[in-house]
Every structure is written in structure tokens, then in C-alpha cells.
């Protein structure tokens, strides 16, 4: 489960409780602060993160003169910032330069006499990467801010800390930045370190962290009817992502139901396949969107978002590279659910178009006949400019 921390340090002061209010609002996994006064007034629900500026102090090797008893003291002493558990504080982040600082702070939370540490790590070039890898290996945060806006040595991080059990938290410097950080290697950084300018940017953020694709209860729709309309523009929609041999994107000429039509994952004689397109309709019908919210396959086009389904209801975001308009033959579909609902897709007159099934069965459109079963998924609202409403509409 992705979180975020907010960083109070730098968040203007006119905005400062604004920022806190929101923060405990919107449930953020955890606050970071200098001010532990401040931390202290946070209710449990929140990670208070107690921030030192200084590096994790390095215990002094022990006199060997063992009657010493006062430098024997200052060697053990523990650090200055070490707050005891249940003052309002419930993590330390402290900085690390070098292996035998990050060892230290390693040896305090083995030792779990106090309030468990976080490391920070500032990776500005090979040593300092290598030190952050060792460092989310053996702490149970590590905090790491890249000076350098690739996100390569995000993903060595990644990698190395694979088994890693602690949690690996990346300083990010806009909400655009703390999307693609969630995104690398697929699997992302654990969290995110984020210094908001005001409450807006904290709810911003809770709907990115909030951010996920439904499973759907798709239905099975029984094939009324199927009729070549004549010459039409159909959309074939090319996708940044390889469809899965199951998945496709629903389509349909009513926004209050869709058929699931099949990606070209599955080979075709005389041309190869190209995991990534659906041959989609024509441009007056609906896709559905990850926000459900539908869009007409005209207003489709490179950087938009649709939802890629299988035929198990499982979904996920996929952006569209390209859509192609081209003027072809067209085939209507009519089909009715188990509700007597009916539901219409105009596709390419094609025996190479293809719509999937129960099962994740594949179906060439042309050879469709009435009783056939087909995948579709029936919305429960009617649609204004794409957006769900409570109102009257009929669309035949």
C-alpha cells in the first residue's frame, strides 16, 4: 500500500495549520517536523516524524583507559536527539554521509531502547547510491532525496532493496513527480516525501494515493442480431501498454452499456499481430474511462487514459499513444442482457475484428449469429458530456 509523508518544515507559515488540518483529514500516512512540540499535538492516527538536520552520531571508540570513567560515559552517551517513547514522537529521521553513520543508526534500532530511526540519504552520485541501497536494506525507513531528475537511480534502489523489509520513502517535488515515482519499476517507491504549499495540495494528493481501477461485474449479453450498415470512420485505438490475451476496452454505441472488444493480441493470418491496438468502433461510440467518466472514440487521441478489462472484471489505466480514423465498412452488433437491456456496438465489417466472450472466449464479429453470448458490462447511470447523472435519458 502506497503513503505519503507531508514535510511541515518548509510549508509557508500562513499555511502551516492549514496544512496540518489537512493532513490529519485526509488521513496521511505520516507528518515530518523539527518541531516536536508541534508533532506532539498531532492525533495517533498520523506517523509523527521527528527530523534532525544533523548526521546520525558515530559512537566514539572507548578510551583504553578503563578507569575512566567519564570519557567511558561520553562514549556511550546516547545522542542528543534521541527522544523517549510516548513524548508525541513516533520516529526519528536522521541523516547519513557514510557506512559508519548508517551502521549507527542501524545499531539504535536493533538495540529498540527508544523511539525507532529513519535514515535520510542525500544520492548525488555512485557512493551515495550505493549507500542508499545499503541503507534501505537495513533501516526500517529510508528516506532518499535525488539531486538528478532521472529516475535510474530510483529504480537500482528498487531492485536492490527487492527484499528488503523496510520501507523505502522518495522525496518528490510536485504531484506530478510523486505519479511517476509510484510507477517505476511497475512496483514504485513505497512513499512519498512531500512539501505542499497549501491544503489543496494535500487533497490533491489524497486522490492520487486514492487513485485506483475497479473490478468490474462485467454481464454476459446474448447476440440479437448483427447488420452491415455500410461505409462508416472507425477508431482503432493504439495503446502505450501490451494488452493481455484476455483484455480489451469496452465499447458501445449507448453509454448505458458496453461490449468488451478484443485487443490484437491473437495472431491473424496475412498480417502480424500488435499487442497493444483494439480495432475499437466507430468514432460516434463510448469507451469507458478510469474515472468512469466515458469518452466518444473521436475525442480519443495520444496522452488520454482508458480502462484495459479482462474478462474477469479486473481493470487498469492504459494511455493511448495514437488513434487511428479511417473510413471502412461497418457491422452493427445488437445484443440484450438478462434484463432485456440492449446494448449496440458498431465495429469494422471485418472477419479479423474480434470481441471477447465468456470465458475470454474470442469471437470474429462477422461470424457472430444470434444466441451467441458475448462479455459487456452494463453502467448504472445515465451520462452528461461523459460524466455520471441521476436523470432521465433514452438513447436508441
Known amino acids: ?36 512540540e508541534l508533532l506532539g499535538t498531532l492525533p495517533p492516527t498520523v506517523t509523527r516524524v521527528l527530523a534532525g538536520g544533523a548526521p546520525a552520531a558515530v559512537p566514539a571508540k572507548k578510551p583504553a583507559d578503563k578507569g575512566d570513567k567519564e570519557a567511558r560515559a561520553a562514549a556511550d552517551a ?112 513505497d512513499g512519498i516525501l512531500f512539501t505542499p504549499r497549501s491544503a489543496d495540495d494535500v487533497f490533491a494528493l489524497a486522490r492520487l494515493l486514492e487513485a485506483t481501477t475497479p473490478q468490474l461485474e462485467l454481464s454476459t449479453l446474448t447476440v440479437e ?13 493504439d495503446t502505450c501498454s501490451h494488452f493481455e490475451e484476455d483484455e480489451g476496452i469496452l465499447v458501445g454505441s449507448y453509454s448505458s452499456g458496453f461490449v468488451l472488444c478484443c485487443s490484437e493480441t491473437h495472431p491473424l493470418p496475412y498480417m502480424p499481430t500488435r499487442p497493444f491496438r483494439v480495432n475499437a468502433g466507430a468514432l460516434h461510440s463510448y469507451t469507458l474511462g478510469p474515472d468512469n467518466r466515458t469518452n466518444y472514440l473521436s475525442e480519443v487521441g495520444s496522452g488520454s487514459a482508458l480502462l484495459a478489462v479482462g474478462a474477469d472484471g479486473r481493470t487498469r489505466r492504459v494511455v493511448v499513444g495514437r488513434a487511428k480514423l479511417e473510413s471502412r ?40 449469429r444470434t444466441g451467441d453470448e458475448l462479455l459487456g458490462y452494463l453502467a448504472q447511470d445515465k451520462r452528461h458530456v461523459g460524466l455520471p447523472i441521476g436523470e432521465f435519458c433514452k438513447e436508441v
Open 225 to 237: 442480431s448483427i447488420r452491415h450498415v455500410g461505409l462508416g470512420d472507425r477508431v482503432c485505438v
Open 329 to 368: 465498412p461497418l457491422l452493427e452488433i445488437r445484443t440484450h442482457a438478462e434484463d432485456g437491456r440492449l446494448v449496440s456496438l458498431t465495429v469494422q465489417d471485418d472477419w479479423h475484428v474480434r470481441v471477447l466472450g465468456p470465458g475470454g472466449k474470442v469471437l470474429n464479429v462477422t461470424e457472430l
Open 78 to 189: 546516547k545522542p542528543a536527539d534521541k527522544i523517549p517513547t510516548g513524548a508525541g514522537v513516533d520516529l526519528l529521521l536522521r541523516k547519513f554521509t557514510a557506512q559508519d553513520e548508517l551502521d549507527a543508526l542501524a545499531a539504535e534500532n536493533r538495540a529498540a531502547s527508544g523511539t525507532p530511526v529513519a535514515g535520510f540519504v542525500d544520492v548525488r552520485d555512485d557512493r551515495t547510491l550505493q549507500l542508499s541501497c545499503v541503507g534501505a536494506m537495513a533501516l526500517p525507513y529510508t528516506v532518499i532525496h535525488f539531486a538528478d531528475p532521472t529516475k535510474i537511480p530510483l529504480e537500482i534502489v528498487l531492485a536492490a532493496a527487492e527484499s528488503a523489509e523496510g520501507k523505502l520513502v522518495t522525496v518528490v517535488g510536485d504531484l506530478e513527480e510523486a505519479a511517476i515515482v509510484f510507477d517505476v519499476l511497475e512496483r514504485g517507491s
Open 1 to 36: 500500500m502506497r503513503f505519503a509523508w507531508i514535510d511541515l518544515r518548509e510549508v509557508p507559515r500562513p499555511q502551516l495549520q492549514a496544512v496540518v488540518d489537512a493532513a490529519v483529514h485526509a488521513r496521511m500516512a505520516g507528518v515530518v517536523s523539527a518541531d516536536a
